[in-house]
């Protein structure tokens, strides 16, 4: 089958259903007159060793133009990584509540005080990104405008049971994937490659 984005039914169907599993960024934020925001984000990843970006809708739904809003007008921001335990609190603040509301009261989520930045961290997320705004670049127009938010790293809170020295225990994190639709995963089924090494004395690829 031969997919054409601008005539196909349902194409963004399509898209989140082969970019999968998708990290999810449980997104804090607060405006300037101290209103804390939570939302999720699955169009999130790292685009250097310094740098976050996620993206977010201009036009749908109140919570992705207040997280954004607040963004540009604060310049701060934390990622806090949805992982097993959290997700169904996650799940629980992605509806659309009455401007206002408190997203952690309704996720039964708990408030962490960042060191850097004024937006709150989720206590019960393992790992916290504080983050302030490097740009944002606007994607697309109409009703598919999106906000690229790209953020620098400035301080990573890791709980300490989950960090081995420099690596991340993956077994003990358990970080949750988005797929398609309503359906996620779990981190907990990996494999490992050894990635090759070409020798040009031997003219051969080896391993480390």
């Known amino acids: 089958m031969i997919i054409d984005p601008k005539t196909f039914e349902r194409f963004n169907a399509v898209l989140t259903g082969v970019i999968v599993p998708r990290p999810i960024a449980f997104v804090s934020?607060?405006?300037?007159?101290?209103?804390?925001?939570?939302?999720?984000?699955?169009f999130f990843n790292a685009v250097s060793y310094s740098n976050v970006v996620f993206s977010s809708s201009r036009h749908v739904g109140n919570k992705s133009k207040d997280t954004l809003r607040n963004i540009e007008e604060t310049g701060e921001f934390v990622v806090n990584i949805v992982v097993d335990s959290i997700a169904?609190?996650?799940n629980a603040t992605a509806a659309e509540y009455p401007e206002g509301e408190d997203e952690f009261g309704i996720a039964g989520l708990t408030h962490a005080p960042s060191q850097i930045v004024k937006p709150?961290?989720?206590?019960?997320?393992?790992?916290n990104i504080e983050c302030k705004l490097d740009q944002i670049v606007q994607i697309g127009s109409g009703a598919h405008e999106h906000g690229l938010v790209i953020g620098t790293i400035l301080l990573m809170h890791v709980r300490d049971d989950v960090i081995d020295g420099h690596r991340i225990d993956q077994a003990k994190l358990m970080a949750t994937g988005r797929m398609a639709g309503n359906m996620y995963c779990r981190t907990n089924d990996r494999f490992e490659m050894v990635r090759p090494v070409y020798d040009p004395e031997k003219e051969a690829v080896v391993n480390r």
């Open 120 to 127: 709150p961290r989720v206590a019960e997320s393992p790992v």
């Open 29 to 42: 934020t607060m405006s300037p007159d101290g209103e804390v925001n939570l939302a999720p984000y699955s």
């Open 88 to 90: 169904e609190a996650m």
